[in-house]
């Protein structure tokens, strides 16, 4: 595909998109080599030419319009076309180089991301990583990130997703909670336990497993503890609290010392896909193409993610 665009505009375009991914003009500025009033006049011409405000400007930050929004998913795509026709040009598309910013989940990262990484970057030295580890649902375009590895959900349809597997979720309770309070025999008598709710779950408070007919039973749940991290549940829950309903990742080590005991184990929790996820573009840059490959071959053998 041809591009019929200025070296100017061109220029214009990627300071705008550096300045989206920096999230200021000084900082965009530094990691162009720029001074601050040329990165803002870049911007301010490519406003001008398009006759629309792209960016919304503070003194603390810039924020995308809802035209600069469309604009950027454009630009990135444009960007990564011609990144990667320099790269076939070069002949070096086949060599992953540069830097892949992802994020996932704290424990999920640490556990299991961690390792991959390790051994992704002992066979590719031109690679680097930025990782970021949150349990909510970032907004890879509005964040800058090229990938996310998430548990549970794809999120946005403008992402492509690449599945990489299946976990479980496991309720269980420490020994101590159980010698003080019998152990549910049904989902339903769920409802009479002090249950432990997680924040990024939708509904939160609402537990579903399988019998086994393959029917649905869903239980309302409620508890003293809510978090927006599965350790924290898990360490209290372990500490005799509570009940928790959280992926084997998670409490498999815990259950494996015999800090908490599984629960319910005639019925079966639905499983938990885990994603790659990027966003939608034409095209991949070779770095995040070949780390999602690797990702997809190495979960592929049913990993046991409840190891750790």
């Known amino acids: 595909m041809r591009h019929n665009i200025p070296v100017d505009r061109l220029s214009a375009i990627q300071v705008f998109a550096q300045v989206v991914e920096s999230g200021s003009f000084a900082k965009a500025a530094e990691r162009l080599g720029l001074s601050t009033s040329a990165t803002s006049r870049h911007v301010a011409e490519l406003e001008a030419h398009l006759q629309t405000r792209l960016l919304n400007r503070t003194t603390r930050r810039v924020s995308l319009t809802e035209s600069g ?130 924040e990024y779950v939708t509904p939160r408070n609402v537990w579903r497993f399988r019998d086994h007919a393959g029917g649905e039973r869903a239980v309302r749940v409620a508890g003293t503890l809510h978090s927006n991290n599965g350790d924290l549940l898990a360490e209290v829950a372990a500490r005799g609290a509570g009940i928790v309903f959280e992926p084997a990742f998670i409490v498999g080590p815990d259950v494996r010392a015999g800090r908490l005991v599984p629960l319910l184990q005639e019925f079966t929790p639905p499983p938990v896909p885990i994603y790659a996820v990027y966003p939608s573009r034409k095209h991949l840059s070779a770095k995040v193409r070949r780390f999602v490959e690797f990702l997809v071959e190495r979960f592929a053998q049913g990993q046991d993610w409840s190891a750790a």
Do not use: M, W
């Open 69 to 198: 929004r469309a604009f950027y998913e454009r630009a990135v795509q444009l960007l990564a076309d011609l990144e990667e026709a320099e790269q076939e040009a070069a002949r070096a598309a086949v060599v992953p180089r540069g830097t892949i910013r992802l994020t996932t989940s704290v424990n999920f990262g640490v556990r299991h991301l961690a390792p991959a990484i390790a051994d992704f970057l002992a066979q590719h030295a031109e690679v680097r990583f930025d990782v970021s580890l949150s349990d909510r649902v970032v907004d890879l375009v509005e964040e800058g990130f090229d990938l996310g590895v998430r548990v549970g959900t794809a999120g946005s349809d403008n992402l492509v997703a690449r599945k990489l597997g299946e976990t479980r979720l496991v309720p269980c309770a420490s020994p101590q909670y159980l010698s003080e309070h019998p152990a549910p025999k049904t989902p339903e008598e769920l409802a009479g336990h002090n249950c432990f709710t997680y």
